[in-house]
């Protein structure tokens, strides 16, 4: 079976996010950090190189697959922040058209910077994917 490239891992959150150069990139994280906090109660954790990620779930493919990953969490990258919002609950696609400028692709929201979108939004988007993976998932959270 192969086996997961992102894990959970002792890396230092502030060490990661101090990396980011652009001050401005940095603050977002910052404030990405403390609505995810808001949300699930939990501290961020890295997961593999790149990921800040909060608490953590199961998951189990058709296949029979599974593996195990943060439930949300956002990797600051150099063209963008990407956040893992996008779980495919039923009012996601409403959210994203009230969001501001961003892009989207199959589990991922893609921003410039927070100041593009509307962070009551967010905020709705980070609860609803949580709130549907954990009915998803329920015995794996």
């Given amino acids: 079976m192969v086996e997961a490239k992102t894990k959970l891992t002792e890396k230092s959150v502030d060490s990661f996010i101090a990396?980011?150069?652009?001050?401005?990139?940095?603050?977002?994280?910052?404030?990405?950090?403390s609505l995810m906090e808001k949300v699930t109660g939990e501290k961020p954790k890295m997961w593999g190189p790149s990921i800040v990620g909060f608490d953590k779930y199961t998951y189990r493919y058709e296949s029979g697959r599974s593996g195990e990953i943060c439930i949300t969490g956002f990797s600051p990258r150099k063209a963008n922040i990407t956040l893992y919002v996008l779980a495919g609950f039923p009012k996601q696609a409403e959210l994203l058209q009230n969001l501001g400028k961003h892009k989207s692709g199959k589990g991922c929201l893609y921003i410039k910077k927070l100041d593009d979108v509307n962070i009551n939004v967010l905020e709705s988007l980070i609860k609803e994917s949580i709130r549907f993976l954990k009915e998803k998932y329920p015995n794996q959270v």
């Fill in 19 to 33: 990396t980011v150069k652009d001050d401005k990139a940095r603050a977002d994280c910052y404030t990405i950090i």
